[in-house]
């Protein structure tokens, strides 16, 4: 099952297992559970702390259970944990097993004293790159406090389930059998969840800090390149991130980072994350700004209102929020998110396979997703507005080749259709106005990106797109503020441009601070 490739590493990493564990087996007469119980019989083959029952009696068949012996410590996963979830599964045997995780002291110690039974379920798909996250925060969660069980269920071998609990896209997570959450989660998200009055304490912590030299707001590849160059200048920085990583933990492939021919997004996100903690830098991370007050004099201090009621202080500003996916804005977009309705494709594609979907968009993320949804699903239609595609003709050739793929341009969507979940959509042709329907049960919306600006309407220039307008200094219509990265008026929207542009506004930023006067430079940390 597993090659020469996967098993030395394995081995040497089951090496650092100290508390001996039990792989309990539940198994029918399928190829998927003999295909599972290959696997298993490989991974207790390579080390003596690892023993195989095959004598589970879990409802759901082929699944799994890791549980350390002796104990009530242990994870459960239904399916076959490869493709993307084999590091989930790997860090399941080492946690489990009594290796400690890379997880924040604080954040262990406030899942260990969550008081209460959470039994948690994540369906998940082996395509999906923002689900190790979520199932790899609960397995850990499981590890640390007995009371939190959790299994992780690959949607695709359990179809029955996921069309009978209506999960409509990966991760979904339920709780003690209620919906929880979709999308990817972390465990400072989830605990802070569970946690009633983590939110409260943040706040008091965050009141207490002393105003900064430069404070960053947004922490994705913008903000964390703005966060190691100002750390460098050895100033006081401070990093305030809604979910640090921003958009690049929803990116798959990246081929285009100059010097690294292929990466996927979660894993770029961890490196920027382990590189900024390499500095003094104050990392505040699940933290969403609401307003920008400016100072009251040139020399004063800048304002960052929190949703939490805390404010930061500092002498310079960095906005780096970056942007989200744009939604279609019709009549049952909102209703059915997540019903039917999904913007990532890699995710949520094999939910839907055999079926009739659509993709939204005719640039290069709608055509790609089109061609990778044309290999899982029935058939798709791709819709775009304009009279012709976007796309690279590359793309565009591969597209056509594809039987199974309708193209329509001129196409405005008009209306998601349905009734517990999608069936259908309609659209009006541009050309003849006439209006269609496309009966489907998905829709992958590819339409672009929008700023994430709303909270800084009125407080600075924005553009007619909602973009912080920037001069080739980075600096904003608010002296002693900066914005980089795609949420700004800077054309080109990727992350190598990001970077440089977060580096450059931390130049520019640190300029500013160097020719500020001294004496207010003094009396404005002192208020």
């Known amino acids: 099952m597993l090659d020469a490739d996967l098993k030395t590493p394995l081995k040497a990493y089951l090496e650092k297992v100290t508390h001996p564990i039990e792989l309990v087996a539940s198994l029918d007469d399928s190829a998927k559970s003999q295909e599972l119980l290959e696997l298993l019989q490989d991974i207790a083959s390579l080390s003596d702390q690892v023993s195989l029952d ?43 097993g009594g290796h400690p995780s890379k997880a924040a002291q604080e954040v262990i110690e406030q899942v260990r004293n969550l008081e209460g039974e959470y039994r948690f379920e994540t369906f998940m798909s082996l395509s999906c790159h923002s689900c190790p996250d979520t199932v790899q925060a609960l397995n850990l969660m499981s590890v640390i406090n007995p009371n939190i069980k959790h299994v992780a269920i690959d949607g695709a071998l359990f179809q029955d389930e996921v069309n009978e609990r209506q999960v409509m896209s990966v991760p979904t997570v339920f709780l003690n059998g209620e919906p929880f959450d979709q999308g990817r989660m972390t465990i400072e998200q989830i605990a802070a969840r569970l946690d009633t009055g983590a939110a409260q304490r943040a706040a008091e912590q965050i009141k207490t800090k002393a105003p900064f030299d430069v ?16 750390a460098r200048k050895g100033i006081r920085t401070g990093v305030a991130a809604e979910r640090f990583g921003g958009q690049v933990l929803d990116t798959m492939a990246i081929e285009n980072f100059i010097s690294v021919p292929y990466t996927e997004g979660p894993k770029l996100a961890a490196s920027l994350e382990q590189h900024v903690h390499e500095y003094d830098v104050d990392v505040m991370n699940l933290q969403r700004a609401e307003q920008l007050i400016p100072p009251t004099d040139p020399n004063g201090l800048i304002e960052v209102k929190l949703a939490n009621g805390a404010s930061l202080k500092s002498k310079t500003v960095i906005l780096s929020t970056g942007a989200r996916w744009r939604n279609m804005n019709v009549p049952g977009e909102q209703e059915f998110r997540n019903k039917g309705v999904t913007y990532c494709p890699h995710c949520d594609g094999p939910l839907f396979k055999g079926k009739r979907v659509a993709v939204i968009g005719g640039g290069n993320s709608g055509v790609e997703a089109a061609i990778d949804l044309a290999g899982i699903v029935g058939h798709v239609t791709l819709l775009e507005f304009d009279s012709k595609l976007r796309a690279d003709e590359v793309l565009q050739r591969k597209l056509r080749s594809l039987p199974n793929v309708k193209v329509i341009v001129s196409a405005q969507t008009t209306e998601v259709v349905g009734d517990d979940k999608v069936t ?40 007619p797109r909602g973009e912080i307008e920037v001069d080739a200094r980075g600096e904003t219509s608010i002296p002693g503020v900066f914005a980089a990265g795609d949420v700004t008026t800077v054309p080109f929207k990727q992350i190598v441009i990001a970077m440089g542009e977060g580096a450059k506004a931390s130049l520019s930023a640190f300029d500013h601070l160097i020719r500020m006067p001294v004496a207010a430079t003094e009396e404005a940390v002192a208020a």
């Open 54 to 96: 095959r004598n589970g009696n879990d409802a759901r068949k082929p699944s799994f259970a890791i549980n350390r012996v002796g104990t009530d410590v242990g994870v459960r996963f239904a399916g076959i944990p490869l493709g993307h979830e084999f590091t989930s599964l790997v860090l399941a045997l080492l946690q489990v």
């Open 424 to 463: 259908g959509l309609t659209y009006t042709d541009r050309t003849s106005g006439e209006s269609h329907r496309v009966d489907l049960e998905g829709i992958f919306v590819q339409i672009g990106l929008l700023p994430n600006t709303e909270w800084l309407k009125g407080t600075l220039k924005l553009s």
């Open 215 to 230: 404070l960053v707001v947004g922490g994705g590849p913008a903000g964390a390149a703005a966060a190691i160059y100002a």
